[in-house]
């Protein structure tokens, strides 16, 4: 047998249904991997190696009495973001350094209802505000596939972990590709739902109209299982969708005849690299040898995605993180004079420079005299992003295309250009604003050895749509089993 840390999920959960392999001896090698590569990789801010081995334990006595969940026994890692009772939930920034959560979110209750055992939380861009995770306050997680490269943003720790082993699979989030992005980057694969479709409660918020919790795994057929045990309606969430969960699984295998996928001219513009685009190309191709028919469509209000998202996405986390200011919980400096000087300086020595970036970009558009010529209009241009998918999902299934311009740069380089930084989520953020599923699927390598990820996208709530290409996919390509050496 392989080493236990190299199995995907469903191959780990077969041999536990077997009994050929114990939950405990599978956590425990998973918490080896960590102690051996973790010092290279960065991708854990913390590890609960005592609480992951009581879960695999409890995990081995439901299934030996016959009650073993979806996910019994699989070891996991969640972004540092998700609210837990055991574990500290930093969001990757000072702010929070030191915070307990009172309760779980809704996802984590749902993968421990399943059986699930929690390794510990990834590092992550701070409150994921970034795409490549260099702006964690404690520690920069590196690409497995490459020493001193990025592992993408803003849930890299929690892909780098995938990608190396460290886990079985991992929650992340993804406001404007921020779980497709470093899936791609990393060569594993990354799905962000529908919006509505998984409960955001307990998952601290960045831009709540664009947040979307997703999972990251080693091939399709997980993604496919970590998506039925996280999906489903929350009445502690007010944007959750009362929709049944489609036993997801149920597509996998089949071929893609009768599917039309689209493949939009505007993402294939100047600036793309031409290593991806022919990877993107070629994973095309492999799709229309899967039984697929594609077309060419449209998307005319591409070119104005990424200033929408960023006067959407900053105006809300100007909201959303007036929170934090050092008197109820978190950071706060105490030795400040007064209460204003209290807020002023918690908040200038809590958050990171790109945080406080994004604040004041979003308080701005949303100033009195600016709202109506920022925020207001950038919401009407959302809407013509949206109507363009509804009509192109009126001609095909799915839309085909890159997920980043380019494969993972070395750390550092985009460090005193952020708007380069913002330009590389050009490919992804449109999903977010539509507010419809869309995945990153390893389609090939750079001549370096660096993974390359096709997107694909989807009507709203057709999550199997992308499950059965993305396997497909896999099935002509035959490169998902390929692994960075460590």
């Not at 990393?186 to 955001?200: E, N, Q």
Request: charged residues 20%; hydrophobic residues 40%.
């Amino acid at each position: 047998m392989e080493a236990l840390h190299t199995l995907s999920l469903h191959q780990a959960l077969d041999l536990l249904e077997q009994g050929a392999i114990s939950a405990l001896e599978l956590t425990q090698a998973h918490l080896e991997r960590i102690a051996a590569v973790d010092g290279r990789i960065k991708a854990y801010l913390s590890v609960g190696a005592e609480q992951a081995l009581t879960q695999a334990r409890s995990a081995d006595k439901e299934r030996a009495q016959g009650r073993a969940g979806l996910l019994c026994g699989a070891p996991l890692g969640l972004k540092d973001l998700f609210c837990t009772t055991d574990l500290p939930t930093t969001c990757g920034s000072r702010m929070l350094e030191h915070f307990i959560a009172p309760y779980n979110a809704t996802v984590v209750d749902k993968l421990r209802k399943a059986g699930a055992v929690i390794l510990g939380k990834q590092a992550m861009d701070e409150f994921a505000m970034g795409s490549t995770s260099e702006h964690c306050a404690f520690q920069i997680p590196e690409n497995p596939w490459k020493a001193g490269r990025i592992c993408g943003g803003s849930s890299g720790g929690s892909a780098a972990a995938v990608a190396a082993d460290e886990c079985l699979a991992a929650l992340g989030t993804d406001t404007g590709g921020s779980i497709r992005q470093p899936a791609s980057l990393c060569g594993v694969v990354g799905l962000k739902p529908t919006y509505g479709r998984v409960s955001r409660y307990g998952a601290v918020a960045f831009a709540s109209s664009l947040d979307q919790v997703g999972p990251i795994t080693k091939n399709v057929a997980d993604c496919a299982i970590m998506l039925e045990a996280i999906a489903g309606f929350d009445q502690f969430d007010a944007t959750s969708v009362r929709k049944p969960v489609p036993r997801y699984r149920d597509v996998l295998g089949k071929d893609l005849k009768g599917m039309t996928v689209g493949v939009p001219k505007e993402y294939f513009d100047k600036g793309l690299d031409i290593e991806v685009e022919q990877a993107v190309h070629n994973a095309i191709a492999a799709l229309e040898n899967a039984g697929a028919r594609t077309v060419e469509v449209s998307l005319p209000h591409t070119e104005y995605c990424v200033a929408v998202y960023y006067l959407i996405a900053p105006a809300e986390a100007s909201s959303n993180l007036a929170r934090f200011d050092g008197i109820r919980y978190g950071y706060s400096d105490k030795d400040a004079g007064d209460l204003l000087e209290q807020y002023f300086r918690t908040r200038a020595g809590g958050f990171g420079e790109e945080v406080k970036r994004r604040i004041l970009i979003g308080t701005y558009a949303l100033s009195a005299g600016y709202y109506d010529a920022y925020y207001k209009k950038a919401s009407q241009v959302r809407t013509l992003i949206r109507e363009d998918f509804t009509r192109v999902f009126s001609e095909c299934d799915l839309i085909a295309s890159p997920v980043c311009p380019g494969p993972a740069k070395k750390i550092g380089a985009l460090h005193d250009d952020p708007l380069s930084m913002y330009l590389a989520d050009i490919l992804t953020i449109s999903a977010n604003l539509a507010g419809i599923p869309a995945m990153s699927v390893p389609c090939g390598f750079t001549g370096d050895g660096l993974p390359i990820g096709l997107h694909l996208q989807a009507a709203h709530f057709n999550e199997e749509a992308l499950l059965q290409a993305g396997q497909a996919l896999e099935s002509q390509l035959g490169i998902n089993s390929l692994k960075p050496v460590l």
